[in-house]
């Protein structure tokens, strides 16, 4: 209690203290930027004259303060970073004022020629791990560069996007899918918030994992998932497009093909189906953004680019929406958020098919999963290229769907034997 009275009774005196003398420190602050002035120029004009006399010396003989000082910069420093600091370094120091070149707080230390340029500033974490808040993390991967040519050579990235349970089951296949093309993809994994990754999981996937919420109303989850997973994607500004995949899908071309395909396509990869079966679905409280002949149905696993990446995590009419109506319905939101959206605002970009590889074959409410024994070559070449055509960029192709789903971890046996020569994986 003490303590408590004593700590109120100090603030309040510093208050006091500060308000007393207001214009003292208004004169005070002119006379230090004026000295300051004083000094760069004539340190500028010694330091041009005297070239190993340190700029860093005069600096320091400027600051007055009787607290150890933070450490200054180095003498490498330019006229231009000394300017930004009398403008900028001064106004907030009451107590003490310390006219010092700040040292710029970036985590990782400067490259080489102490310099920090852009790519230091669009720098991604190699840990995908972080604690942004959800608002936080949308609202930060929605920003958009205006100027649409880039001021540095820029390779494209394909980011790889794993909603999963937990481990990744099929990480030998895709190791030897990403093998050799680093540079040209990110992964990104949401497992389920209980999943405690194993120690030994493969280094590809190890770091990757993205902060994951528990959810609680119906298959709403998936598509705030799926967000989260765009929402991380795109703070890497390298990444153009984004494919989602279940830890049960393999890969069916190299990664060359699949790179190429998916950086050079014009479309985006949703399907959308108006079927009688989709429109029971339909509730007329989506009303009035959701009309029924909007209404459509897909598979959840899509493939879009950096735009309605961008599109899909700033969403405020449509996702809302859905939010609402799952929270006391019936909802299958994973199934009708994208392609319902994307129907009624980017319909030009839809492919409506999708990329992934299934089969319904069977009938019932769960695809065919694939274990050992229907793995061979003859079945993976017909996935590949002998599932009927379909169209790319305006022309009819065979090359439909780019992986496949579900396979089972006893699969993998043969998919990592065959793989090297059916889907010419480098081996
Ligand atoms: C200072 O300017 C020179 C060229 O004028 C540049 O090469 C150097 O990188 C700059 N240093 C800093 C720290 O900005
Ligand atoms: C220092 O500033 C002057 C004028 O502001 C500018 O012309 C010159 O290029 C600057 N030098 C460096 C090394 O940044
Ligand atoms: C996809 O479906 C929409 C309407 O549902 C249609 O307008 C569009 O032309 C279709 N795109 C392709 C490539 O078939
Ligand atoms: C990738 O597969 C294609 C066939 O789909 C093949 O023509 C190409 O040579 C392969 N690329 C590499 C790097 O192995």
């Known amino acids: 209690m003490k303590s408590h009275q004593q700590q109120q009774h100090h603030h309040h005196h510093?208050?006091?203290?500060t308000s007393l003398f207001p214009k003292w420190h208004v004169i005070n602050t002119f006379s230090y930027f004026f000295l300051f002035a004083c000094g760069?120029?004539?340190?500028?004009?010694?330091?041009?004259?005297?070239?190993?006399?340190?700029?860093?010396?005069?600096?320091?003989?400027?600051?007055i303060s009787p607290s150890p000082s933070p450490p200054t910069t180095s003498a490498t420093h330019n006229n231009t970073t000394a300017a930004a600091a009398v403008g900028g370094g001064c106004e907030n120091?009451?107590?003490?004022?310390?006219?010092?070149?700040?040292?710029?707080?970036?985590?990782?230390?400067?490259?080489?020629?102490?310099?920090?340029?852009?790519?230091?500033?669009?720098?991604?974490?190699?840990?995908?791990?972080?604690?942004?808040?959800?608002?936080?993390?949308l609202w930060r991967a929605s920003?958009?560069?205006?100027?649409?040519?880039?001021?540095?050579?820029?390779?494209?990235?394909?980011?790889?996007?794993?909603?999963?349970?937990?481990?990744?089951l099929m990480a030998p296949m895709w190791e030897l899918f990403f093998k050799g093309n680093q540079g040209l993809y990110s992964i990104y994994i949401h497992s389920?918030?209980?999943?405690?990754?194993?120690?030994?999981?493969?280094?590809?996937?190890?770091?990757?994992?993205?902060?994951?919420?528990?959810?609680?109303?119906?298959k709403f989850n998936m598509v705030e998932a799926e967000r989260r997973l765009l929402a991380n994607a795109l703070l890497d500004v390298a990444n153009q497009r984004f494919v989602l995949l279940s830890e049960a899908?393999?890969?069916?071309?190299?990664?060359?093909?699949?790179?190429?395909?998916?950086i050079n396509s014009n479309q985006v990869y949703v399907e959308a189906y108006d079927t009688a079966d989709a429109r029971t679905r339909y509730h007329p409280d989506l009303m009035p953004e959701i009309t029924l002949p909007d209404w459509r149905k897909g598979s959840q696993w899509f493939e879009i680019d950096r735009d309605l990446a961008l599109e899909v995590v700033s969403d405020r009419r449509y996702f809302p929406k859905f939010q609402?109506?799952?929270?006391?319905?019936?909802?299958?939101?994973?199934?009708?958020?994208?392609?319902?959206?994307?129907?009624?605002?980017?319909?030009?970009?839809?492919?409506?098919?999708?990329?992934?590889?299934?089969?319904?074959?069977?009938?019932?409410?769960?695809?065919?999963?694939?274990?050992?024994?229907?793995v061979t070559e003859e079945f993976l070449e017909k996935l590949r290229s002998g599932s009927?055509?379909?169209?790319?960029?305006?022309?009819?192709?065979?090359t439909c769907f780019l992986f496949a789903r579900k396979f089972l971890t006893t699969s993998l046996v043969r998919l990592l034997r065959y793989a090297p020569k059916v889907m010419h994986f480098n081996p």
């Open 14 to 17: 510093q208050k006091g203290a």
């Open 249 to 262: 899908c393999i890969p069916l071309f190299n990664f060359s093909t699949v790179y190429d395909y998916l």
């Open 93 to 137: 120091r009451q107590e003490k004022i310390v006219v010092e070149v700040p040292v710029p707080v970036l985590p990782p230390p400067p490259p080489p020629a102490g310099r920090v340029g852009l790519s230091e500033y669009l720098k991604v974490a190699a840990e995908a791990m972080h604690d942004m808040e959800e608002e936080e993390l």
């Open 192 to 218: 389920s918030p209980s999943y405690v990754a194993s120690p030994d999981e493969s280094p590809l996937f190890r770091a990757r994992r993205i902060p994951s919420q528990v959810v609680t109303w119906g």
């Open 324 to 374: 609402g109506f799952c929270r006391n319905k019936p909802c299958y939101a994973d199934e009708h958020y994208l392609p319902t959206y994307f129907v009624i605002e980017h319909t030009g970009k839809m492919s409506n098919r999708s990329l992934t590889w299934v089969d319904w074959s069977a009938g019932g409410i769960h695809p065919n999963r694939y274990v050992r024994g229907e």
């Open 388 to 398: 009927g055509e379909c169209l790319y960029n305006g022309k009819k192709t065979t």
């Open 40 to 63: 760069v120029a004539a340190g500028v004009f010694l330091n041009s004259y005297l070239k190993n006399v340190s700029f860093d010396l005069h600096l320091t003989k400027f600051s």
């Open 143 to 168: 920003m958009v560069a205006k100027v649409k040519e880039y001021p540095f050579p820029r390779v494209p990235k394909v980011a790889f996007l794993f909603l999963t349970k937990g481990p990744m």
